[in-house]
């Protein structure tokens, strides 16, 4: 299983961009990239999930680098609701080998008025 | 579609109880995983369900914890005699199997449990 490294926390304002990067230099051919958001109280809600190149649906965009040993997370223009901790995952989850999603730490993101 | 469900929401009780928390999974989920996370620590894998087998439970903290998945649907989780070091919220994740799994796993709200 590769190994995710992601800041700790990180701050913004409403209205602004939030790209969160994810490094994860052990990845594997066959692993996908995954993205969770978890409020507190909550379980954590699946926002998005790559391969490579660049994804994008109503709520995120992912951009994997060619090298695919790193990954970005990008929230267009936050919103207070947008405070939670967001999670990186990396694994052959597609496929179902990997029965043991692991959830690193994540990164605690703050959203300011 | 009704999402992952789990009971109770809260749980106190005293060490050396026992307590039993339930999980419904997405109807058709033959997946379904238990995890845990401790006051202050990560979300910790604790094991996974293929329909009524279990697939990995190399999590599963110590002989305490005991998982079935009778018939492929729902799951319990007891914990007996619980410890003041089983605190913690249990979340229950479920999904789809084989060609339909798109890899998104759906968590439940979770289960709080306090052993005091």
């Known amino acids: 299983l590769a190994k995710t490294t992601q800041p700790i926390s990180m701050d913004s304002y409403e209205g602004q961009e939030v790209n969160i990067t994810c490094s994860h230099n052990?990845?594997?051919?066959?692993?996908?990239i995954t993205w969770y958001q978890q409020f507190p109280s909550q379980g954590p809600r699946f926002i998005i999930q790559?391969?490579?190149t660049k994804v994008t649906n109503e709520v995120a965009s992912l951009f994997i680098p060619a090298d695919r040993k790193s990954s970005t997370l990008s929230l267009p223009r936050v919103s207070l609701s947008d405070t939670a901790v967001y999670y990186c995952l990396v694994g052959d989850m597609k496929m179902n080998r990997d029965d043991k999603i692991i959830f690193g730490k994540g990164t605690r993101l703050h959203i300011l008025p | 579609e009704a999402g992952v469900t789990q009971f109770p929401s809260h749980s106190v009780i005293e060490k050396g109880q026992t307590v039993t928390l339930r999980c419904d999974p997405i109807?058709?989920?033959?997946?379904l995983y238990w995890y845990r996370r401790v006051m202050g620590k990560e979300i910790k894998f604790l094991l996974h369900f293929v329909k009524e087998s279990k697939q990995d439970e190399s999590g599963m903290p110590n002989n305490r914890f005991l998982a079935e998945r009778t018939g492929g649907t729902y799951s319990t989780l007891k914990v007996q005699p619980a410890e003041l070091e089983d605190s913690g919220v249990y979340f229950c994740?479920?999904?789809?199997?084989?060609?339909?799994?798109?890899?998104?796993?759906?968590f439940g709200e979770g289960s709080r449990l306090t052993v005091l």
């Open positions: 790559g391969y490579k």
């Open positions: 052990n990845i594997a051919t066959n692993d996908y």
């Open positions: 994740a479920s999904s789809r199997e084989g060609s339909g799994n798109t890899g998104e796993l759906f």
């Open positions: 109807s058709g989920h033959d997946n």
